[in-house]
């Protein structure tokens, strides 16, 4: 055995931890050459969208122009990687366009890829909307994929524009408050479960444990899965059971969540608040908020769901899911088909 194998080994938990950092110090290096790298591109595609909109305003260049340039630029830099056919240029420039005087979505753009920019740019019109699914890219570093998902879902709509019904504002400080309404959403798509009606709720519950991770990326951002059946033993010896409990980090609260199949019930919002109570002094952590609840019907009647949650004191909501893709009336005529994104963008490039 050489001198070098007997230090490595008299010494081995520490030469573990040297080997440890130096792997996330590499694995951080490569994320952070990537943003950069991202940043960069973001950078060369917008300056090229500004070049060829300022030229052809100045010198009144036709849309030949656009082609002719992508295919010079083609030739001048074959196999680059930055990808200069005539329909990227005409992408960079309704990317310049579209945000040249938005200077805050012009920060946010720049700190997502430009595949996601596309989706983005191509499916969303409302700078609003824009403005959300930028910032929820950024944040939950959804791939394009799922991003074409939650817009196809219309995730803005349910998450920012539908009123939600809870009792947040009365039950938890105002900066708390605030915060828990934009994590909430009025309606939650749990189609991705492959579940049709009719379902039983131990189906449901089942479905959502086997595919977790699709739950919690509609959930949102910054939720922990702590587990489902989550039994409670009051003082005085009384089990209850949780059908799934989270926490969730932005909120630093655990999330009771409860499933319901059918209409919501005013008993529901009592029993709730029972199991919050049991939360908050047998389970939460001194430093932690307090916990919230969140009850999920098939369907619910905004009235009835108003009187049951008038008076109580632990912030709970109440909100609808879809085990289908088809989404309620009042969101339904709010999506353009194909031919009008098509039509849209052609106007554009004019």
Same mark, same amino acid.
Request: net charge neutral.
């Given at each position: /055995?050489?001198?070098?194998?007997?230090?490595?080994?008299?010494? /081995?938990?520490?030469?573990?931890?040297?080997?440890?950092?130096?792997?996330?110090?590499?694995?951080?290096?490569?994320?952070?050459?990537?943003?950069?790298?991202?940043?960069?591109?973001?950078?060369?595609?917008?300056?090229?969208?500004?070049?060829?909109?300022?030229?052809?305003?100045?010198?009144?260049?036709?849309?030949?122009?656009?082609?002719?340039?992508?295919?010079?630029?083609?030739?001048?830099?074959?196999?680059?990687?930055?990808?200069?056919?005539?329909?990227?240029?005409?992408?960079?420039?309704?990317?310049?366009?579209?945000?040249?005087?938005?200077?805050?979505?012009?920060?946010?753009?720049?700190?997502?890829?430009?595949?996601?920019?596309?989706?983005?740019?191509?499916?969303?019109?409302?700078?609003?909307?824009?403005?959300?699914?930028?910032?929820?890219?950024?944040?939950?570093?959804?791939?394009?994929?799922?991003?074409? $998902?939650?817009?196809?879902?219309?995730?803005?709509?349910?998450?920012? !524009?539908?009123?939600?019904?809870?009792?947040?504002?009365?039950?938890?400080?105002?900066?708390?408050?605030?915060?828990?309404?934009?994590? $909430?959403?009025?309606?939650? $798509? !749990?189609?991705?479960?492959?579940?049709?009606?009719?379902?039983?709720?131990?189906?449901?519950?089942?479905?959502?444990?086997?595919?977790?991770?699709?739950? /919690?990326?509609?959930?949102?951002?910054?939720?922990?899965?702590?587990?489902?059946?989550?039994?409670?033993?009051?003082?005085?010896?009384?089990?209850?059971?949780?059908?799934?409990?989270?926490?969730?980090?932005?909120?630093?609260?655990?999330?009771? !969540?409860?499933?319901?199949?059918?209409?919501?019930?005013?008993?529901?919002?009592?029993? $709730?608040?029972?199991?919050?109570?049991?939360?908050?002094?047998?389970?939460?952590?001194?430093?932690?908020?307090?916990?919230?609840?969140?009850?999920?019907?098939?369907?619910?009647?905004?009235?009835?769901?108003?009187?049951?949650?008038?008076?109580?004191?632990?912030? /709970?909501?109440?909100?609808?899911?879809?085990?289908?893709?088809?989404?309620?009336?009042? !969101?339904?005529?709010?999506?353009?088909?194909?031919?009008?994104?098509?039509?849209?963008?052609?106007?554009?490039?004019?």
């Amino acid at each position: /055995m050489t001198k070098d194998n007997v230090i490595i080994t008299s010494n /081995m938990d520490e030469y573990k931890q040297l080997l440890e950092s130096t792997k996330a110090q590499v694995l951080a290096t490569r994320i952070n050459v990537a943003r950069y790298a991202c940043k960069e591109q973001l950078d060369l595609y917008w300056w090229i969208g500004e070049q060829i909109t300022l030229a052809q305003e100045k010198y009144g260049w036709g849309k030949s122009v656009v082609n002719i340039f992508a295919l010079d630029l083609t030739k001048i830099f074959p196999g680059s990687g930055f990808g200069f056919s005539p329909r990227n240029i005409w992408d960079m420039r309704r990317f310049y366009l579209a945000y040249k005087d938005l200077p805050n979505m012009r920060r946010l753009v720049a700190e997502i890829p430009w595949g996601q920019n596309l989706t983005i740019l191509t499916k969303v019109k409302d700078d609003g909307a824009r403005k959300y699914y930028l910032e929820s890219t950024k944040k939950c570093s959804w791939t394009r994929p799922v991003l074409a $998902m939650q817009i196809e879902s219309q995730a803005y709509e349910r998450h920012v !524009l539908q009123n939600k019904q809870h009792n947040f504002e009365h039950s938890l400080p105002e900066h708390l408050a605030q915060q828990a309404d934009k994590t $909430m959403k009025n309606i939650y $798509m !749990l189609d991705t479960l492959g579940l049709t009606k009719p379902v039983l709720e131990a189906q449901l519950e089942k479905a959502m444990v086997d595919k977790i991770q699709d739950v /919690m990326l509609e959930l949102g951002y910054g939720f922990t899965f702590i587990g489902n059946q989550y039994r409670i033993v009051s003082p005085s010896g009384t089990e209850s059971v949780i059908d799934l409990l989270f926490f969730s980090r932005p909120l630093q609260a655990l999330i009771a !969540l409860e499933l319901k199949i059918g209409a919501f019930k005013p008993e529901y919002a009592g029993k $709730m608040n029972y199991y919050l109570n049991l939360l908050d002094d047998l389970v939460k952590e001194e430093w932690e908020n307090p916990s919230i609840g969140i009850i999920l019907c098939s369907e619910k009647n905004h009235i009835d769901v108003e009187y049951a949650l008038r008076g109580i004191d632990k912030p /709970m909501g109440v909100s609808e899911f879809r085990l289908s893709k088809n989404l309620p009336q009042e !969101l339904s005529n709010k999506i353009p088909n194909a031919q009008i994104l098509e039509a849209a963008i052609l106007k554009e490039l004019e």
